[in-house]
T-cell receptor, first 117, second 115 residues
C-alpha cells in the first residue's frame, strides 16, 4: 500500500531533550515536506526537500533540522525542543511534474502529536 | 503577500443537505489548486486538484469549481453524510520555474454534519 509513515504517533518530552520524528514513504516520491498544524493557523511548512541531499526552509524552520540522505526517508529533528513546539506534525510526499519542480497531489502521513513540557 | 482565505470557518448542516465551501486566493503566478479533507487527528487526504485551465472537477459527491479570473474556488458537497464531518482545506500552489513551487494552505473550514 502506498503510504507515508510517521513515527511516533504521540510523543511527550521535556524541554531541551533532543528528539527525532521519522518519516518514510514507499512511493519513490522526489518531494517531501514537514508541516506543523496549530489551532486557527492551518498547516505551516517547516522544511521541504526536492530530492536526496536537497533541502530548504519553509515558513517556520526555526528550531528544526532535517536531512534527506535517502529518497524514502525525511526525518525531522528537534535539537532542543521548547514548549512552543508543541503541535501536530505532518510529513507529506509528492511526485513532481514534468518540469521537476511542481509537486502534485500530496500524500500525508497520519501525524505526530508532540507535547513539550 | 500570497494568501489563501477560506469561508466560513465552521459550518453545521443536517445530514442529507448540500453545502458549499469557499476559497479565495491571491497567489500569483498560479499553478494549481487542491481541496483536501482532514478528519480529526488524521492527515489530509486529497479530494480534487485543478490547474489554470480547469474550471470544475468532481470526485463522487464532491464538486470543486475554479474561477482563475476572480481567483475563487468552491467545494460543493451534495447529499451530505455523517462521514463528511471533517475540516476541508484549500491549498494553492504558486508557479515557480526554477525551484520548488510555494504551496500555501488555507486555514480550513470545519464542517459538522448533524443527524
Amino acid at each position: 500500500e502506498a503510504q507515508v509513515t510517521q513515527n511516533p504517533r504521540y510523543l511527550i518530552t521535556v524541554t531541551g531533550k533532543k528528539l527525532t520524528v521519522t518519516c518514510s514513504q514507499n512511493m519513490n516520491h522526489e518531494y517531501m515536506s514537514w508541516y506543523r498544524q496549530d489551532p486557527g493557523l492551518g498547516l505551516r511548512q517547516i522544511y521541504y526537500s526536492m530530492n536526496v541531499e536537497v533541502t530548504d526552509k519553509g515558513d517556520v524552520p526555526e528550531g528544526y533540522k532535517v536531512s534527506r540522505k535517502e529518497k524514502r526517508n525525511f526525518p525531522l529533528i528537534l535539537e532542543s525542543p521548547s514548549p512552543n513546539q508543541t503541535s501536530l506534525y505532518f510529513c507529506a510526499s509528492s511526485s513532481t511534474g514534468a518540469s521537476g519542480t511542481n509537486p502534485y497531489g500530496y500524500t500525508f502521513g497520519s501525524g505526530t502529536r508532540l507535547t513539550v513540557v | 503577500k500570497n494568501q489563501v482565505e477560506q469561508s466560513p470557518q465552521s459550518l453545521i448542516i443536517l445530514e442529507g443537505k448540500n453545502c458549499t465551501l469557499q476559497c479565495n486566493y491571491t497567489v500569483s503566478p498560479f499553478s494549481n489548486l487542491r481541496w483536501y479533507k482532514q478528519d480529526t487527528g488524521r492527515g489530509p487526504v486529497s479530494l480534487t486538484i485543478m490547474t489554470f485551465s480547469e474550471n470544475t472537477k468532481s470526485n463522487g459527491r464532491y464538486t470543486a469549481t475554479l474561477d482563475a479570473d476572480t481567483k475563487q474556488s468552491s467545494l460543493h458537497i451534495t447529499a451530505s453524510q455523517l462521514s463528511d464531518s471533517a475540516s476541508y482545506i484549500c491549498v494553492v500552489s504558486e508557479s515557480v520555474y526554477s525551484s520548488a513551487s510555494k504551496i500555501i494552505f488555507g486555514s480550513g473550514t470545519r464542517l459538522s454534519i448533524r443527524p
